[in-house]
């Protein structure tokens, strides 16, 4: 029995486009073993860290999904689109040219501490043991209710209309494409989620990961010493 076998963490960072299982594929196929699983998926259009447990690690994934989360990232101001990201085409323009940075600065209140925040409807969320964005797919109502969060911090690091900067911590279930789509919404202009990037999970941070590259590179080598 190889030591991912036995178990690993592995710190991940998961390329632009990727599914959070395109990940865990990659990593089950070259550590030879079916039990591997990550802690808290990332969108294809996210990148950053991804936990990824193998072999007797896979019972820790619930504890580190629990955890506190980092993001930075930009919202895009002006319009909306129908996932809250840029998996879907904008709609909804509005002029944002009156929106001043103290306004931007001020709304990022509104939205910390303790508040409620809707899923996005575009999301694997389970609704009568079904995914929702299969039943929004499809175009059907689909209608979630809000769940309470909190978000830790919420920063704001460069404003450069439309586009918006920012830092958050928040609690474990936060949507960032929600709250990218209230942000817009609270400010009367629209907005939705153009960039994330996730920088840490609880004591585990982006630096200390590997590029899928760098992980393949390194568990062949650990696993050649073997033979």
């Given at each position: ?6 178990g690993?963490?592995l ?5 632009l ?130 769940r ?6 919420f ?7 439309p ?8 609690t ?13 919404e609270?400010l009367?202009?629209g907005?939705?989620l ?15 990961s ?14 050649q010493?073997?033979?």
């Open positions: 029995m190889n030591s991912y076998e036995q690993q963490v710190l991940i960072n998961k390329p486009h990727w599914t959070s299982f395109d990940a865990v594929r990659k990593i089950r196929n070259l550590v030879k073993t079916r039990k591997v699983g990550h802690a808290g998926t990332l969108d294809p259009l996210a990148t950053g860290l991804l936990i990824i447990c193998t072999g007797a690690f896979t019972k820790r994934i619930n504890e580190f999904m629990a955890a506190e989360k980092e993001y930075t990232g930009t919202f895009t101001l002006g319009s909306t689109t129908p996932t809250f990201d840029l998996e879907s085409v904008p709609e909804n323009i509005k002029d944002y040219s009156l929106i001043t940075h103290q306004q931007i600065l001020d709304t990022t209140e509104k939205f910390t501490g303790e508040i409620l925040q809707v899923p996005p409807i575009h999301s694997a969320i389970k609704k009568d043991g079904r995914r929702v964005y299969e039943l929004a797919r499809q175009g059907q109502e689909v209608k979630l209710e809000p309470k969060i909190t978000i830790k911090e920063e704001i690091s460069t404003i450069d209309l586009v918006v900067s920012f830092r958050v911590v928040c474990t279930g936060t949507y960032i494409r929600s709250l990218a789509n209230d942000f817009g609270a009367g202009c907005a939705y153009s960039s994330l990037c996730r920088t840490r999970i609880g004591a585990f941070s982006l630096s200390g590997m590029t899928i590259e760098e992980a393949e590179i390194i568990i062949r080598q650990r696993l010493k073997r033979l």
